[in-house]
């Protein structure tokens, strides 16, 4: 019984389309997180929510547009994808504040 | 703001000789400081965290990291490495509301 769970695991896409990243936690937690993962290995925080209301956009084009329709999922919709989005797209949840956090298997987009 | 400093992006070691991956860290608050590690195709997972008191903290694997605060560091380490330790280890800090920030990462290749 997976945590944290992703949807799909690979998109294989076109430069101007857009593509949807589901992600679904069954631990209870009140904190969601998208991250970026580039060819480097490098992390980037995207978003994170905190029972369904948006606590940090580090800055993200917004091109890029979560959504949390409850405190148990958090889905990530792209518009427009451009070449400079493949990177492999991690979701994760957190342990009540502590940092802990338990992440999914990763999406990974590659944009043609 | 915090920072999070990897210093090397890879080390290579023969099996069953010890390790010790660097992380240094800077805040201007108190932290929280997290080691993680991703296996390949595979999302992130803890290995072992710092919150408060003892400044020696043992994880899984046989993995342990010391936190020094006059240094800012939390290098991690383990006695006798083994082939399925090879993997990409994360640094991390947290020292505000829902943030966790990662390092870029050390690649640890185990050698037979």
């Known amino acids: 019984d997976t945590a944290v769970s992703q949807t799909p695991k690979y998109l294989v896409t076109q430069m101007g389309n857009d593509k949807s990243i589901k992600c679904e936690q069954n631990?209870?937690?009140?904190?969601m997180y998208w991250y970026k993962q580039d060819s480097k290995k490098f992390l980037k925080i995207m978003f994170s929510?905190?029972?369904?209301?948006?606590?940090i956009n580090e800055t993200v084009p917004n091109r890029f547009s979560p959504k949390s329709p409850d405190k148990a999922h958090l889905n990530l919709h792209i518009n427009s994808l451009e070449l400079g989005d493949s990177a492999v797209y991690f979701c994760?949840?957190?342990?009540?504040?502590?940092?802990?956090?338990?992440f999914g298997e990763g999406s990974r987009l590659t944009v043609l | 703001a915090q920072s999070v400093t990897q210093l090397d992006s890879q080390v290579p070691v023969f099996e069953e000789a010890p390790v010790e991956l660097r992380c240094n860290y800077s805040?201007?608050?108190?932290?929280?400081l997290f080691w993680y590690v991703q296996y390949p195709n595979q999302g992130l997972q803890l290995l072992l965290k710092?919150?408060?008191?003892?400044?020696l903290v043992k994880g899984i694997n046989g993995f342990e990291a010391e936190f020094n605060k006059s240094q800012t560091s939390f290098h991690l380490r383990k006695p006798s490495v083994h082939i399925s330790d090879t993997a990409e280890y994360f640094c991390?800090?947290?020292?505000?509301?829902?943030?966790?920030?990662f390092g870029a990462g050390t690649r640890l290749a185990v050698h037979p």
């Open positions: 710092y919150l408060s008191g003892s400044t």
């Open positions: 631990l209870g937690h009140d904190t």
């Open positions: 929510y905190n029972n369904k209301e948006l606590i």
């Open positions: 805040s201007s608050v108190s932290v929280y």
């Open positions: 994760a949840s957190e342990l009540a504040n502590t940092g802990e956090l338990f």
């Open positions: 991390a800090v947290s020292g505000g509301y829902n943030k966790l920030i």
